[in-house]
């Protein structure tokens, strides 16, 4: 397996990929939502605004991850992560953890002080994130799962509370996703 930045020449295959594995985990509906999600943050994001990593096997993507930026009222750079799919085949074997690990690596060196992701706690606390209050960053939109908002410093500053709400890239810029 090899793990290496996403290239725009990927996108088709990996927008297959969202929204298979996001038909396989959910149903059709929520694969194609996913995949148009997917499309839109590549295609719509601005180059410095968006991170993703991919895994390949024998040439073939078999899982993605996007991280991408998140703006504050007060100068801060964070992202977020968002979406993340693994080939069902080859989920539970920890390649979607490498692939963050990977690119939690690659943000520190650009600077990123905090990352954050709306997803499974048990799944994110393995790669560092934990549970922040929507207190103390307030996300782009009200949360159907509160629990599920999760952070990390790329820094020694610890996660304080951070004035006004966070903005994200438009493609994530939809209480759909939220």
Excluded at 39 to 47: D, F, K
Excluded at 100 to 119: M, N
Excluded at 137 to 154: R, V
């Amino acid at each position: 397996m090899e793990l290496s930045t996403f290239n725009s020449n990927q996108t088709d295959e990996v927008i297959e990929l969202y929204t298979q594995v996001f038909t396989d985990a959910e149903n059709a509906e929520e694969g194609v939502l996913i995949g148009k999600l997917v499309a839109e943050l590549i295609n719509t994001s601005e180059e410095h605004d968006l991170l993703g990593f991919v895994a390949l096997s024998e040439g073939k993507v078999i899982a993605c991850i996007f991280f991408s930026r998140l703006s504050f009222s007060v100068h801060t750079k964070a992202f977020i992560l968002s979406p993340v799919a693994v080939n069902s085949e080859h989920q539970r074997q920890g390649i979607g953890q490498q692939l963050i690990k990977l690119a939690i690596k690659d943000l520190k060196l650009q600077g990123v002080e905090f990352v954050f992701t709306y997803g499974d706690p048990n799944y994110y606390s393995k790669v560092g994130f934990s549970e922040i209050s929507t207190e103390v960053i307030k996300p782009a939109f009200t949360l159907t799962y509160p629990e599920g908002w999760q952070g990390q410093s790329l820094t020694n500053k610890k996660i304080t509370s951070i004035a006004g709400t966070c903005h994200c890239v438009s493609a994530l810029n939809k209480q759909i996703y939220w």
